[in-house]
Nanobody
């Protein structure tokens, strides 16, 4: 059974930074694609950033230039470095792991941007 666990969320002031981690077990991590999604109160879940098996990345327009997704296959972990955070980045951030047959979600980590 694939398990996905997010960590690294918290309360940060506007302009600050956070690094989220997504750790997956029960799968060959180097063979999965991974996406970070977020869901703000009252809004639908949206894709923030993704990284493929080969390391190609994509970003949603609102976070381009501020967020960076990366992976460390030796640690079975994908990171989301978030800089220049804004109040509108406040959301629960979820990690999605895709092994080509199924998608697996973590329970999310809360990110709150507030002064």
């Amino acid at each position: 059974q694939v398990q996905v666990v997010e960590s690294g969320g918290g309360l940060v002031q506007p302009g600050g930074s956070l690094r989220l981690s997504c750790a997956a077990s029960g799968t060959i991590f180097r063979l999965v694609g991974v996406g970070w999604h977020r869901q703000a109160p009252g809004k639908e879940r949206e894709l923030v950033a993704g990284i493929t098996i080969g390391g190609d990345t994509n970003y949603a327009d609102p976070v381009k230039g501020r967020f960076t997704i990366s992976r460390d296959n030796a640690k079975n972990t994908v990171y989301l470095q978030m800089n220049s955070l804004k109040p509108e980045d406040t959301a629960v951030y979820y990690c999605n792991v895709n092994n080509g047959r199924m998608r697996f979600w973590g329970k999310g980590t809360l990110v709150t941007i507030s002064s």
